[in-house]
């Protein structure tokens, strides 16, 4: 009998990683979830309700200090220094394809790690490389921001929604009794908790960038 092969989902307990994540069992693969503690007063529950609900394994990683350290940092020195950051593509980059994807295939002895991000991975045989190519979707495409990717991560990395559109998932994840469905979209301020705009992190976390200028 051959052995599935096995991978861990990066959940979020949205709409996009909770459908990854079935869509990998429905394709026979052996699917674990983990989910990265990035900073205080982030909500973990659904990460946890939806690998419950999916039956599959499901760990958190704490990831704080690093996420302090490395996005949050980033992101307060920059606007500091007139320059507009992008705390997403630091977070991807440094933490979620770095700290994250090491730690949670070791944690699982999961060779594959996959994520709900819109974009594609193909192998080009004539030049024996694996290359990121744009997503069927171009409005939610995501693979500039893979740039950074090695080609042992791209032979490691599936990218299921890659070739979906966004309203084909939730229709999909309808279809499939996914309760995460109709749940909104989140965006890329991850770390406003009490805050509702960028401008107010910084006015609470560092007043001294807001100067004339």
Do not use: W
């Not at 309700?49 to 599959?56: H, P, Q, Y």
């Not at 994807?101 to 944690?107: M, Q």
């Amino acid at each position: 009998m051959t052995e599935k092969k096995k991978v861990v989902v990066a959940m979020s307990g949205g709409v996009d990683s909770t459908l990854t994540a079935r869509l990998l069992q429905e394709a026979g693969y052996d699917v674990y979830g983990a989910t990265m503690n990035q900073f205080d007063g982030q909500d973990l529950t659904e990460a946890q309700e939806m690998a419950d609900f999916l039956g599959i394994p499901h760990k958190v990683i704490d990831v704080r200090k690093m996420y302090q350290d490395v996005v949050l940092s980033y992101f307060v020195d920059s606007y500091k220094n007139g320059i507009t950051p992008n705390p997403c593509m630091m977070c991807d980059f440094k933490i979620k394809f770095g700290f994250f994807y090491d730690t949670v295939r070791a944690f699982f002895d999961c060779p594959y790690f996959a994520t709900g991000h819109y974009a594609r991975i193909t192998y080009d045989g004539t030049r024996g490389k694996y290359q990121v190519e744009k997503a069927t979707d171009l409005a939610k495409d995501q693979s500039y921001m893979m740039y950074h990717l090695t080609q042992d991560q791209l032979a490691h990395i599936l990218f299921p929604l890659g070739r979906m559109y966004k309203k084909d998932t939730r229709r999909i994840s309808e279809e499939k009794g996914l309760p995460t469905y109709n749940k909104a979209e989140s965006q890329d301020i991850c770390f406003l908790t009490s805050e509702k705009s960028y401008a107010e992190f910084l006015q609470n976390h560092a007043p001294e960038a807001f100067r004339p200028g």
